[in-house]
């Protein structure tokens, strides 16, 4: 069993900036993908960014530039900096885990971006 527990949403203003927290723990391979997808509601889920266990990154084109994914395989953390945040960033966030034996999804954390 894998949980992944996520911290660090909020209201912002247009310009400021959020940082993202993702904790997993668990039974968790040393090879896995770590990332953040986000949602508003009646639309699809979307990639946000994600990171591989060997620092691999990837990110979704109307983040890039603004938004960065790190992690800290010590910890089983990811993090998600997003930097001149618009208001249409405002979404649910979720913190995703891919690895060999299944996928796991946090329980979302909203994040509202006033203009």
């Known amino acids: 069993q894998v949980q992944l527990v996520e911290s660090g949403g909020g209201l912002v203003q247009a310009g400021g900036s959020l940082r993202l927290s993702c904790a997993a723990s668990?039974?968790?391979?040393?090879?896995?993908?770590m990332g953040w997808y986000r949602q508003a509601a009646g639309k699809q889920r979307e990639l946000v960014a994600f990171i591989t266990s060997g620092g691999n990154t990837n990110y979704a084109d109307s983040v890039k530039g603004r938004f960065t994914i790190s992690r800290d395989n010590a910890k089983n953390t990811v993090y998600l900096q997003m930097n001149s945040l618009k208001p249409e960033d405002t979404d649910v966030y979720y913190c995703?885990?891919?690895?060999?034996?299944?996928?796991?999804w946090g329980q979302g954390t909203q994040v509202t971006v006033s203009s």
């Open positions: 995703n885990l891919k690895q060999p034996r299944g996928e796991s």
């Open positions: 668990g039974s968790i391979s040393s090879i896995n993908v």
